[in-house]
């Protein structure tokens, strides 16, 4: 078991499925209370049913000023406080040249992204400097993130602007006893890739599975991630484990970064 997580409460979002439902499915298992929250009522009920009355199932929209402050007022009323935000809710973009730029699929990817990512880490912190053990965010955010890939340019600036935006927050959260970190998962085997994959190997003039092997041929360990590997690392990062761990982008990307 990790360390400081069992009895404390998360809050997880993007939590319907892929690495937000590992991640509560995870946090869960460690101990821990968990509110889930996502657009998708269903995906969430579904976890509440899976796991017990320790998970409580919030439909929220996280590109809502309203929304986050009711589901975290939500959590402290139920469980007390928010010891730990796993800001993960994001969306992919559409794939597409930048001269073929879409202004509203910027719109929603950077609403959801990145303004969503703001507004919980804005209530995060808020919540947590009024507790004495304070707590931990940590963000999804992507190796994409860290370089640029053509075809993908809005979801590639929406994951830098979170890398951004987590650089600022830990040299405000550090004094306060708020540790920040980021997660940045490779090529992960979620619904969110099939897009991807279909619009890339479009791009590339290849079919789809030809696509798929080219991308599992690029990372050295052979295969795509899957979501209990990235959410073991959320879990690990919001943990007691790595106290003086703050303000780091941890890469699970099997070895396809650097």
Not at 61 to 89: C, L, P, Q, R
Not at 173 to 187: E, F, H, L, S
Not at 190 to 211: N, Q, S
């Amino acid at each position: 078991m990790l360390k400081g997580i069992s009895g404390k409460t998360a809050i997880v979002t993007g939590a319907a499925a892929g690495i937000g439902a590992a991640a509560v499915r995870r946090l869960h298992a460690e101990g821990a209370n968990v509110v889930a929250v996502d657009i998708s009522q269903a995906g969430i009920d579904a976890l509440q049913a899976e796991l017990g009355d320790r998970v409580l199932a919030v439909c929220a929209d996280v590109t809502s000023e309203e929304d986050t402050a009711k589901f975290f007022a939500t959590t402290v009323e139920k469980f007390g406080s928010v010891d730990m935000f796993y800001a993960n809710a994001g969306v992919e973009s559409k794939v597409g040249t930048v001269a073929d730029f879409d202004p509203d699929d910027f719109e929603k990817v950077f609403a959801v992204n990145v303004l969503g990512a703001f507004l919980g880490a804005s209530a995060a912190m808020r919540q947590m400097a009024t507790q004495p053990d304070r707590g931990k965010i940590v963000f999804t955010a992507s190796i994409a993130g860290l370089k640029g890939d053509a075809g993908v340019a809005t979801y590639v600036a929406s994951k830098h602007a979170v890398i951004g935006m987590s650089k600022s927050l830990m040299k405000e959260a550090g004094p306060q006893g708020i540790r920040v970190n980021v997660v940045a998962p490779g090529v992960v085997d979620t619904r969110m890739m099939r897009p991807l994959e279909e619009g890339l190997a479009g791009l590339a003039g290849i079919d789809v599975e030809t696509f798929k092997g080219a991308m599992s041929a690029a990372v050295p360990m052979g295969r795509y991630a899957e979501p209990e590997e990235i959410a073991a690392t959320a879990a690990w990062l919001l943990s007691d484990e790595v106290p003086y761990m703050h303000g780091e982008v941890v890469t699970v990307g099997g070895g396809l970064w650097p």
